[in-house]
């Protein structure tokens, strides 16, 4: 059996499961709550281990992939409500710092330009990274072929990556920031925070 | 089975990119001794593209639902779903083709694979292999006795040659660039050979 917890600063547990199958789908039929509500402020957010999320996530997964809403039974429904609160109030924030705009609590409250612009900067320093990166492989290899299929892939990247700021499809959207990027500048920062 | 001019049986591994349509391989493609596909390929109406012997398809386990049972399988799971759990793809599915199921073992080798192929130093933490890249490890794997051979793979700068938009500027976890990189060292090396 696995315990799972989330507590505060202060050590107050906020939400405790148990996992008697050995894998972290089956949280949802062992839970037991402390409180009629959860809410998480801020700064114990970040007291949450990723382990615990990666259940939450898994959680999320199982109920919405597997079951429909008819499906699902009063507790878990209420279950995936909270989850869902919880998963939302951490994702914003960590969002928020990637973007870096942490003087925002959650995401619905940027201005939609604010963000875009954050968004296009971002890109910009995950476009640097990526071509140092590659820049790097180019100077370690010796083989010509190799050396040609970097600078080509590195010449397609720069490519996506301009015509993704430049295209209509440039997000507009809180979702769409979080769910578009560059084809080929993935993996994508944000993806790694939602499916942590 | 059919054995080639230098004796060795042949395994290849068709990727979904629109480049595929460049050529007509129909015919060469059917000749190999297995023929893999991936996830949710189409043949109809491209068989002189791609041919239609179809022996193994390699997929994700959420996607198994929409593909042929009747063909033998590779199944990638999930990168976070637990070996021991099995709960979304076994149940109720019949999967009786099944030749191997990716395993947490697998995740370990495949990313010294990668490092050893390419490089030590790229940083890979919360990547997420993508199933084409996964696929041509696992296949170098399960059958070491064949000479493996590769078409269709150019990692995402154009989209599926059935479908041109598909993952055209999502976001998500696969490292393609390197992915792409790391498979032009490997044909280099005369460990995979590219179809032509």
């Not at chain 1, 409500?81 to 914003?92: E, G, N, S």
Request: hydrophobic share 35%; aromatic share 10%; proline share 3%.
């Amino acid at each position: 059996m696995q315990f799972i917890e989330i507590s505060n600063e202060n050590g107050d547990i906020l939400y405790r499961g148990t996992n008697v199958r050995s894998d972290d789908t089956s949280y949802i039929f062992e839970d037991i709550l402390t409180d009629s509500e959860i809410v998480v402020p801020k700064e114990d957010v970040y007291c949450v281990s990723n382990l615990t999320y990666s259940g939450y996530q898994n959680t999320l997964k199982y109920l919405t992939l597997i079951k429909n809403d008819d499906q699902l039974t009063q507790g878990e429904k209420k279950h995936l409500f909270k989850l869902q609160r919880v998963y939302k109030q951490y994702t914003d924030l960590k969002c928020l710092k990637l973007l870096n705009l942490g003087k925002y609590t959650i995401l619905d409250d940027v201005p939609i330009k604010v963000l875009q612009k954050s968004l296009a900067r971002l890109i910009g320093v995950e476009l640097k990274k990526a071509t140092t990166t590659l820049d790097k492989l180019i100077s370690a290899e010796n083989d010509e072929t190799v050396i040609l299929e970097i600078n080509s892939t590195k010449s397609d990247l720069e490519n996506n990556v301009k015509d993704f700021l430049e295209a209509p499809c440039f997000p507009k959207t809180i979702e769409g920031i979080l769910q578009k990027w560059p084809t080929l500048l993935n993996p994508s920062p944000f993806q790694q925070i939602l499916t942590m | 089975m059919v054995i080639n001019d230098e004796n060795v049986p042949r395994v290849l591994i068709i990727g979904n990119s629109y480049e595929v349509l460049n050529k007509k391989l129909g015919e060469k493609i059917d000749k190999f001794d297995i023929v893999v596909r991936i996830g949710k390929y189409n043949i109809e109406g491209f068989e002189e593209y791609i041919g239609s012997k179809t022996d193994i398809i390699s997929t994700i386990y959420w996607k198994i639902r929409d593909i042929h049972r009747d063909k033998k399988i590779i199944l990638v799971n999930h990168y976070d779903l637990d070996d021991n759990t099995q709960m979304i793809p076994i149940n109720n599915l019949n999967l009786k083709n099944v030749i191997h199921t990716h395993t947490r073992n697998d995740d370990i080798e495949i990313t010294d694979f990668f490092k050893n192929n390419l490089s030590h130093s790229i940083n890979l933490c919360d990547n997420n292999f993508s199933l084409g890249f996964r696929t041509i490890f696992l296949v170098l794997k399960l059958f070491p006795d064949f000479k493996t051979y590769i078409h269709g793979f150019d990692f995402f700068k154009s989209g599926y040659y059935f479908n041109p938009d598909h993952n055209r500027n999502f976001g998500n976890k696969h490292p393609y660039i390197y992915e792409r990189i790391c498979v032009k060292k490997l044909v280099s090396k005369k460990k995979i050979y590219e179809l032509s």
